[in-house]
């Protein structure tokens, strides 16, 4: 089992930039395939990237493709997701999530989330 805990959100104007991290308990942290999703209010929750345990493979929604960047440090048991270039639509509530099974499949283990307000 493993525990996530998000930090780095917050509030930013637009064109600004965050990085989120995700912080994983346990020593098996290169075992999971990570991902982040977001929810806004009122709105389904949504993927925004995943990566591989390598971290050799990811992948983007459309909405945030070429703005935002995963990545992780297996040394450090965390996963990142950089926000660039961010528009009021990014504003939401954003998770990581570790899976146990092949990348792009279902997630197993979730975070509490961390809220990301973009507005001047």
């Known amino acids: 089992q493993v525990q996530l805990v998000e930090s780095g959100g917050g509030l930013v104007q637009p064109g600004g930039s965050l990085r989120l991290s995700c912080a994983a308990s346990?020593?098996?942290?290169?075992?999971?395939?990570m991902g982040w999703f977001r929810q806004a209010p009122g709105k389904e929750r949504e993927f925004v990237a995943r990566i591989s345990r390598s971290g050799g493979s990811t992948a983007y929604a459309d909405s945030v493709k070429g703005r935002f960047t995963i990545s992780r440090d297996n040394t450090k048991n965390t996963v990142y997701l950089q926000l660039n270039s961010l528009k009021p639509e990014d504003t939401a509530n954003y998770y990581c999530a570790a899976s146990v099974g092949p990348v792009g499949g279902a997630y197993d283990y979730w975070g509490q989330g961390t809220q990301v307000t973009v507005s001047s």
């Open positions: 346990g020593r098996t942290f290169s075992s999971y395939a």
